[in-house]
Structure formats: structure tokens, C-alpha cells
């Protein structure tokens, strides 16, 4: 029961790792696909492990919502439920109440809202997050924790990092209630569920490192970095990432929460992290961009109405085998689903295959090289 | 060049055929996925092969108005465009021209009308429907018709039939320039490209009669039966059906246009059909109706929030080897793109399926009991 993570090799800060949960292994760094609503959008959990995802994420605010979690618990949990046998990581609901929910009120027991479906009244706490996620049976539950929006005063910023640490108790000791048999009420189909910890206190070192210490006493099976990729500058990021990850243990997995761009894959392996989220890959597609090594690149724009290269010529995604950007320009202007499956199919490839890249990069020492490599050929911006 | 039919074996009227055209074999009887635009919806050609469909159906009139013929021409045509090396067939753009487009105008040269897109104005006729196929390079083009609407008068019926069987005449004379290179103004990617020819005559045999005499003496490279499934008794298409395969040359295949229910597909077997194309199995899917041994079922039913079975047990497609109704309830229910997905290719899978079935029945001779079997369990009402 519970994780193992094992270092294979290091460069620098960088880890190539590997982790291995209740449904199996997770070669890191990773991406984790993310599966809102138990479908990564537009695909099928198919095409995700034919992608080479070793792990996808869904959201428990989503799911407790809508179908509802003791509904995904009589079935036997999330894996049964989506058909997906390998490992799962749910967040909190957290950033979704704060960032998706109606009318909330916050108080030191948690977070009141209404639906954004239906406006019914709904909570969530640090024990019912955690009640919530065990139903759910998830691989790795996160603890609850405030998300603060930027830009914040040190005060406000405070508040929220103590308020986290409060509620990381609450939340751990629920958990480890359910998993000792004490709260026998919740349905609980995944015995080996674990549980990581958040990192919060914005972009303030001083909060940083208290709320390490902090959640760090509470004791987790991993640890998060929360709050960032909400809108400080890249540079700000990096740094808080740097800054905290350094704090971490280093025998368990860091995961930089939310982020981000395929650059910053980069920059934030190379500061010691582990795991990734993030809904570019997905979302981005389903807006007509797509990554290349080149950068992003439109496929709405009419330069691309006869180009019959594929998206990146330097794939080999089942998008980039078959399609010209030609193609996949009409799709999407016609307003096709496919497009949106087309372009999904090449997104996530292009993470995933980054961070398998990065992967084998780390175990021939070679990982400055590829980082150097891949910075002076990808640019942000789009090429138009 | 053309095309080869060979008849492998028969059993009553139903035909076990093998089709030989310019991009390939298909083992008939075949059903072709509908692929409007380039895209069959929701699923990539890579899903469309999987599932063993042998050729699909590409639309005229959708691919004329965007992204337009020429340039479908100029990227190699139809099949270096959507990455489908297989055969495909091209409608004329009668049917959506009659039934989609704006302010239309019908005279014995042919339509013109307005793009329901943008409103420009276009046209079509016998020969810009042979130009434009041309262009498209689809393996088969389908002659230019005048599709009536149901119910109609005799003497409606008979001035379609009249004008259509003109019409085949100019449509074959340009295809046939087109091919001997008369025609030397339009991109022609295939040259391989045949032609069918299409029966009309509403639900009155005299004037099927008439309509067959009249399209044979033009003479085509096969023959589809047109004007049926247009909301007349499935009994009374099933005798037009019947009349008028019966009249059809027996070396060549004949194709039910736009037909059908699951059980239409064994009746028009059963009456000499070869063909069939059909929009149910792909947009039934998008609306949550799944198609099973038993009939179809409609995922949004409430009675599914818990159900753990596969749509249809006895199903061995991706989506029934891996998912639940109770599963793809949510997804329909949460408006997830994958839920139309799944649908699609449990679907496709389906009626594909199918095909396969009656194939290897006609060949062992037992069509016939075959058929039995299906019509004794399949409702052709939803079970609720």
C-alpha cells in the first residue's frame, strides 16, 4: 500500500524518477492528460494510453457534481467507472470552487457555493474533499487548499498560506480516518490511495517556506506546489518553483500544480519537479493551436488553407502521419468535431512526447543539452 | 481503369460481391460511412479503418461550397486531402441541394441557388456536378438527379423522372469527356474515377420502369436506386426497392441511396441491393441513440445512471469492450465530445458489423436464416 518513488538518475536538479501507485507505474517526469469530467476532451482513453499517458487527472469538483461520487463509488470507482486501469490523480476541487462556483462564502469549515450547473447549494471542507476522493478512488487525493488569486498583498497572501495549513491537518486527518477504517460511512474502492500535500504562499518566499515546514509536519505521501501559473510573470514562477521545490524531499515526488507551457516543462524539471497538469494541450486544440517545435502555430489562419505539410513536420503522432494542415484547417473552420479530436490527438502527443524526451535526456545526462536545444528552437509566440 | 464486379456467391437475390475500383476492394454487400465533409464526425479515418469500413461517402455539395473542389483538386483530391487512401464515393449534391440550400431555382439546365453558408450564390448542374466530382477525385461519381420530395402526384413524379433521366444523359457525356480528355480545363486527380447512374420515380413502378429503361440505354459503370427513404412506408420502399433491383443488369452493383434502419440493411440484401449509405448509425450517436442486437437504446434514459453493462453485450467494438452505459450517460449527459465519440464508433461498429455478418452468411448460405434471427430479436423501437 501507498507510493513508491525511486530516483533512477538526476542531472543537476532534474530527476528522472519512477513512481508507482495502487494502478501501477508512472515513469517521471510526467504530464498527466487532464480528464475533467472522466474524459480527456474530444478522445478516448484509448487514444490517451495509445499517447503513451501513463496517468490522467480528473477534477472531484466536476465529478461531485455531476454524476456524483457516491454514484462512481457503487461503480466500483473512478477507474472502473471511465474505463481506465492505470493510475489516477484527482485535485480537491479547490481551484474550481474558487474559480467555477456561484455565490461562495469562505469560512474557516470551508467553502459554501452553488453549483455552476444548477445553482444548488453545495460545501466543500478538507474532510469532505477527502471523503469525496476516496469515493472516488482515485491513485493520489490532494488535500483541499485555499487558491489565492494574483495579485496579492503579503497579508492576504498569508491568510490564505495559514488557512492551508490548517485545513492540510483537517484534510491528512481524514484521510488517515478512512484509511484506517475509523470513518466506515464512505464508500472507499481504492485501499491504496494516496495523499499529497499542497504548497501555498504565492509568490512570497517567506510564506513559501513557512507553508513548507508547515505541511511538511502534517506529514503527506507527496507534496504540491499550488497557487502558481495564476497569472505572475514566467520569470516569478520559475523562481518561486525553484525556491520551494529546493525544500521538498527529495525521496518523494514534486508536483508543480496547473503548469503550463512546453517551455516550462522545461524550466521546472530543471528545478527539481516531477509532475505535471495542464489544460493547453487539450483546450488549445480544441481553439485551432497546435504545438510544434517551432512553437505554436494557428490552424485557422488562412496562410494554412493549401499547406499540405503536417502540423509539425518533425511528428510522428497519428495527426502528423496522416494530415496535412491543410486538412485540418477545414476541419476546423467547417466546425468538425474531428478537428478538435485531430488536433487533441497531436497536442497531447506533443506533451507527452516531450516529456519522454526529457525522460531519457535525464538517464544519459544529456537533459542541458535537449533543454538548450529545444529553448532555441521554440518560441511562445505564434507563428502567423 | 473502371471498375470490376464480381458476384462470389448468391442466396435467393442477396449477392456476396467483390467491387474492385480505383483505390481498392470492397467486400459487398457494404455499407459506407458518411464522411459530409471530408471528416466523418467525431472519429478519425484511422477509427473509420479500424472498424473495417472498405470505402466511405464524401459530400459534393458541403465540399463545393468549402472548402471548395479546386483546391480539393490542387492537394492531389479527395484522398491525399482527408488521408484516406481507400475508396470513396461522391454524391452528386442533388439531395442537399434540394434539401439544405437557400432560394433555390430549378430549370432544365440545372440549380441555382444560394449557399446556405453565406448566401452566395451558385449553381449546379449535370456537368459542373461531373466537373466538380472530377476534381474531387472520388473513385465514384454519382450523375447529377432531381430528387423529388414525398409524397407526390404522378404527373410530379413523372416530370422529375423525365428531367433526371435528361440530366443523366448531359451528366454522362461530361464525365465521358472528361475522361477522354475533351475536357482539359478541370484538374482530374483520379482516372480511375467511374460513374453511377440513378433511378428515380418516386414510389410508382411505371415510372421506375421508365426511369430504368432510360438510364440503362445512357449506360453507367453501376447503378443506384434513388428517391426511396424520403419518409414514404417502409413496405412501399421496400417493393420499389424489390421492382425495380429486379430490373438492374445483374453484373453490376446497385446501391440503395441513403438507406437505412438495421433492418432495412437485410430486407434490401434480401432484394438484390449491394450499397448502402446512411447518416442514422453517425448522427443517432450524437444524439445518445445506440444501436443493439435488441434495438436501439437511447443513452439519456435515466434508467442507465447505474447500469454497468456495455451498450450492447454482445458487442466487441472499442467502446462496448471498455465502457459502461452508466459511463457514457454521463459523458452524453455532461455534453463531454467524447460521448459522441463512443457513440460513433459503437455505431459504425455496428452497421459495419453487420455487413460483415451478412457477407459470410450469403457465402455459407444462410442469409436467410440470418436475417431470420436478426428480425426475431432487433425492435426497430427504442426500448425505454
Known amino acids: 500500500m501507498g507510493l513508491t518513488f525511486q530516483v533512477l538518475a538526476t542531472e543537476g536538479l532534474a530527476r528522472r524518477g519512477r513512481l508507482t501507485l495502487a494502478h501501477g507505474v508512472v515513469e517521471t517526469p510526467a504530464f498527466m492528460p487532464v480528464g475533467t469530467r472522466a474524459a480527456v476532451k474530444s478522445v478516448t482513453m484509448d487514444d490517451v494510453r495509445a499517447l503513451g499517458a501513463d496517468i490522467v487527472l480528473a477534477n472531484t469538483y466536476h465529478l461531485h457534481l455531476r454524476p456524483g461520487d457516491p454514484l462512481i463509488a457503487r461503480a466500483g470507482g473512478l477507474h472502473a467507472f471511465m474505463g481506465w486501469d492505470r493510475p489516477i490523480l484527482t485535485d480537491s476541487g479547490g481551484y474550481q470552487v474558487f474559480s467555477l462556483a456561484e455565490r461562495r462564502t469562505l469560512s474557516e469549515e470551508g467553502v459554501v457555493f452553488r453549483s455552476h450547473l444548477d445553482g444548488q447549494l453545495c460545501s466543500l471542507t478538507p474532510e469532505s474533499a477527502a471523503d469525496i476522493q476516496a469515493r472516488l478512488g482515485s491513485d493520489v487525493a490532494m488535500m483541499f487548499d485555499e487558491c489565492p488569486s494574483w495579485p496579492a498583498t503579503h497579508d492576504e497572501t498569508h491568510a490564505t498560506m495559514a488557512r492551508t495549513l490548517r485545513w492540510a491537518r483537517r484534510g491528512r486527518e481524514r484521510f488517515q480516518a478512512l484509511g484506517t477504517g475509523q470513518a466506515t460511512d464512505v464508500l472507499r474502492p481504492n485501499a491504496g490511495q494516496v495523499q499529497f500535500g499542497i504548497i501555498q504562499g504565492g509568490t512570497y518566499k517567506d510564506l513559501r517556506d513557512q507553508s513548507v515546514v508547515g505541511t511538511l509536519e502534517v506529514g503527506f505521501d507527496g507534496y504540491a506546489i499550488g497557487g502558481l501559473s495564476v497569472g505572475e510573470p514566467v520569470e ?46 487539450t483546450r488549445n486544440a480544441r481553439n485551432g493551436q497546435l504545438f510544434t517545435r517551432s512553437g505554436p502555430i494557428n490552424i485557422k489562419h488562412a496562410r494554412y488553407a493549401e499547406d499540405a505539410r503536417p502540423p509539425d513536420p518533425d511528428c510522428g503522432c497519428p495527426t502528423c502521419r496522416r494530415h496535412s494542415r491543410a486538412y485540418l484547417r ?6 468538425e468535431m474531428t478537428a478538435a479530436t485531430l488536433n487533441t490527438l497531436h497536442n497531447l502527443h506533443f506533451y507527452l512526447d516531450t516529456m519522454r524526451s526529457i525522460r531519457d535526456a535525464i538517464k544519459f545526462g544529456r537533459f542541458a543539452e535537449l533543454k538548450r536545444a529545444f529553448l532555441e528552437t521554440y518560441s511562445r509566440r505564434q507563428a502567423e
Chains 1, 2 share one sequence.
Open 330 to 335: 477545414h476541419l476546423f473552420m467547417a466546425g
Open 236 to 281: 516569478v514562477m520559475y523562481d518561486i518553483t525553484a525556491h520551494t521545490a529546493a525544500q521538498l524531499p527529495g525521496t518523494m515526488p514534486r508536483y508543480l500544480m496547473g503548469t503550463g507551457m512546453p517551455d516550462d516543462l522545461f524550466e521546472s524539471v530543471d528545478r527539481g519537479i516531477d509532475l505535471f497538469d495542464c489544460v493547453l494541450p
